[in-house]
């Protein structure tokens, strides 16, 4: 499984809806695809989708690491040897997990498709499916409301709301959106760092009866004193996000639950890694994800499959990209995200990415 070839496109896609959360508005989501082929004629795809708030990197410094660290050290390599390599592509782009994780997940693509097997039932093939929440950026309370009942039309039974930017409008928009769900639709937070811990469990404190199955990342990524206050003291689960992106983070975090995100750990193996130390630690995990072409969702999706302590997913990353270069791989149906039994990946690349 000699490398012969490694090719990098660059995409910046348009969005369909702007992307709002706590820390960022976007309405453009960069990503960096990566086609690496092999002297059989195999072809693997990985893809990185560089979000500067949560792992320090953007869209041009990680096609730069691409092109110029990563893919001359890639020509003539055994693909097959991926915890080598991910271990040797980690020394070469410290601090760049998104450019790591695109190589990554091409060396996947390219395993399942030499064993002839879908990735996820290589990985572990714990479970056919998965429900995902579907994410409510911040925008307009009447804005929110439609976006709200247009999703539960499309078949989701699960909304993530994005907060923290205002204590008082972030109650009324969840107590609203209780109202305007129903009592059979599940709601998660994600405050994105938004709060501080008086800000968090007053939130919270109001929200108690709006029956929300967890919130993620209440306050900043950096202090971790003030999330373990939180977790003590929170009526409602807490969900680690942008303090955890390592497995050194997650045998720090003081939260009963993880998001892991293929961008943050390095790919897939960084998310093996990561999971099984959450696992160890009782902590149980949700697999998340940015703004992604279908490629690294695919990848995100075929993980949460196939391990059995991804409890939760947030695999909605695509469905706003424009103009993706990739179609199947990852397929959702009446909220549940399930692969199909294609080879790898089971993606299918347009010609404006080869």
């Not at 990098?8 to 896609?13: E, P, Q, W, Y």
């Not at 039974?157 to 609203?176: P, Q, S, Y």
């Not at 967890?214 to 202090?223: I, K, L, S, Y």
């Not at 149906?333 to 993606?347: C, I, K, P, S």
């Amino acid at each position: 499984m000699q490398i012969v070839d490694v090719a990098i496109c660059r995409r910046d896609f348009q969005l369909r809806n702007p992307s709002v959360v706590a820390y960022e508005a976007l309405d453009v989501a960069p990503n960096i695809i990566v086609r690496i082929e092999l002297e059989n004629g195999l072809v693997g795809w990985g893809n990185s989708a560089p979000d500067e708030h949560v792992t320090g990197e953007n869209a041009d410094g990680v096609e730069r690491t691409l092109r110029e660290r990563l893919k001359p050290f890639l020509i003539g390599k055994d693909a097959s040897r991926i915890e080598l390599l991910w271990s040797q592509l980690c020394q070469l782009a410290p601090n760049q997990p998104t450019a790591v994780a695109a190589v990554d997940i091409a060396l996947y693509d390219l395993l399942g498709k030499a064993a002839g097997l879908p990735l996820c039932r290589l990985l572990g093939n714990a479970k056919d499916r998965i429900e995902t929440t579907v994410t409510l950026s911040i925008e307009e309370l009447p804005t929110t409301l439609a976006r709200a009942r247009e999703f539960q039309a499309q078949g989701f039974r699960a909304l993530k709301i994005k907060c923290g930017l205002d204590v008082d409008e972030d109650i009324e928009r969840i107590r609203k959106i209780r109202q305007t769900a129903g009592e059979q639709i599940r709601l998660t937070i994600d405050a994105n760092q938004g709060y501080s811990v008086a800000d968090s469990l007053r939130v919270f404190a109001a929200i108690k009866a709006c029956r929300i199955d967890f919130v993620e990342q209440p306050v900043a990524a950096t202090d971790l004193e003030a999330l373990r206050e939180v977790c003590r003291c929170s009526p409602i689960p807490v969900m680690a996000d942008e303090s955890v992106l390592s497995t050194a983070d997650v045998l720090k975090t003081p939260a009963p639950l993880v998001n892991l995100k293929l961008m943050k750990t390095g790919g897939i193996t960084g998310a093996l890694k990561a999971l099984a130390v959450a696992e160890a630690r009782g902590i149980r995990a949700m697999v998340g994800c940015m703004d992604e072409s279908r490629i690294s969702m695919a990848a995100a999706a075929h993980f949460a499959l196939a391990m059995n302590n991804v409890v939760f997913a947030d695999l909605d990353g695509h469905i706003d990209i424009i103009d993706d270069v990739a179609e199947q791989g990852i397929w959702l149906e009446d909220g549940l995200v399930r692969t199909n039994e294609a080879a790898g990946l089971g993606l299918v690349i347009s010609e404006t990415a080869r």
